[in-house]
């Protein structure tokens, strides 16, 4: 069984820029990404990279957002800049391995950015 931990979640103003990290215990063969979920809301992906560093953003976060991985190292990152408030969520790491299709989760790090 895969962990998944996550960092550097917080308090940001509008405007500000925050790090996510996310570090798996073991080696992650699929696809790794980040949801969101806010509050009273469904977890919706952010952004997600495959094996092979094919990245994808959804809409609202693209050109603000980007995610980047180390295959060596088993982790994910998520640079966020020019944050508005409704970018506050719980942000989770999620990662899949490519043959079992085994799922992981983190634990989710609350993202907040205030007006």
């Known amino acids: 069984q895969v962990q998944l931990v996550e960092s550097g979640g917080g308090l940001v103003q509008a405007g500000g820029s925050l790090r996510l990290s996310c570090a798996a215990s073991?080696?992650?063969?699929?696809?790794m990404g980040w949801y969101r979920q806010p509050p009273g809301n469904q977890r919706e992906l952010v952004a997600s990279?495959?094996?092979?560093?094919?990245?994808n953003y959804t809409d609202s976060v693209k050109g603000r957002f980007t995610i980047s991985r180390d295959i060596i190292k088993h982790t994910v990152s998520l640079q966020m800049n020019n944050l508005k408030p409704e970018d506050s969520a719980v942000y989770y790491c999620?990662?899949?391995?490519?043959?079992?299709?085994?799922?992981?989760w983190g634990q989710g790090t609350q993202v907040t950015v205030s007006a």
């Open positions: 999620n990662a899949e391995q490519y043959w079992s299709k085994a799922i992981y």
């Open positions: 073991g080696t992650i063969t699929g696809s």
């Open positions: 990279i495959t094996r092979d560093l094919r990245t």
